[in-house]
């Protein structure tokens, strides 16, 4: 079945950077776009970013666009959100999701999360 | 940028029908989705292309859009039904995702 694992997560302070990993499987990986998704706590989901299947366009949140980076590796089956210039706001659980299809729809398989905290 | 509103909260009775609404301007001229998301774990699809059912949702869950309301119905609401619900759509004018603010369902 589809397993989508993030890692990467942690502490850093403001003005630091992470990146923030997605290993993926049970799918044809290159076929499908992806997308990080945050969750503030307590908070709603906001979109992040979508790449698509063959990594050869991505979009992002304007929140994020300019600080993050998102790329993939279709050799490797992974996902990578690098994030720079990072804020106490950032803060949030980071989901990578499957897209339904190669480019944007819906969100058909959500990995667990990880945990980013900015903080000083 | 394109805003879907949801009611924070909606409660029902078990075994009654819940509806839950998704609000935008001429979202019925657009593809939504919904997600439920219960207590600490990740969202999960739970309906696609506004009345697409994924495999495994059950059959108590519909949905539907037109104007500029979307609607997801629960029938027959259990206690396991009680979670966050999430819209979402995807902006091409700004080639944007776009989620609602989401719903928390309560089963009284």
Not at chain 2, 61 to 75: D, P, V, W
């Amino acid at each position: 079945q589809v397993e989508m694992v993030e890692s990467g997560g942690g502490v850093v302070q403001p003005g630091g950077s992470l990146r923030l990993a997605c290993a993926a499987s049970g799918f044809t990986f290159k076929n499908f776009g992806l997308h990080w998704v945050r969750q503030a706590p307590g908070k709603g989901l906001e979109w992040l970013s979508f790449i698509k299947y063959d990594g050869g366009e991505a979009f992002y949140a304007d929140s994020v666009k300019g600080r993050f980076t998102v790329s993939r590796d279709n050799s490797k089956e992974t996902l990578y959100l690098q994030m720079s210039s990072l804020r106490v706001e950032d803060s949030g659980l980071y989901y990578c999701a499957k897209d339904g299809e190669a480019f944007v729809s819906r969100f058909d398989h959500w990995g667990r999360g990880i945990l980013v905290t900015v903080s000083s | 940028s394109y805003v879907l509103t949801q009611p924070p909260s909606v409660s029902v009775t078990p075994g009654m029908t819940a509806w839950i609404t998704c609000g935008g301007n001429h979202i019925g001229s657009k593809s939504v989705h919904w997600y439920q998301q219960r207590p600490g774990l990740a969202p999960v699809l739970v309906m696609y292309y506004n009345s697409d059912r994924p495999s495994g949702i059950p059959e108590r869950f519909s949905g539907s859009n037109s104007g500029n309301t979307a609607t997801l119905t629960i029938s027959r609401v259990e206690a396991a039904d009680e979670a966050d619900y999430y819209c979402q759509v995807w902006d091409l004018e700004s080639d944007h995702v776009i989620f609602g603010g989401g719903t928390k369902l309560t089963v009284l």
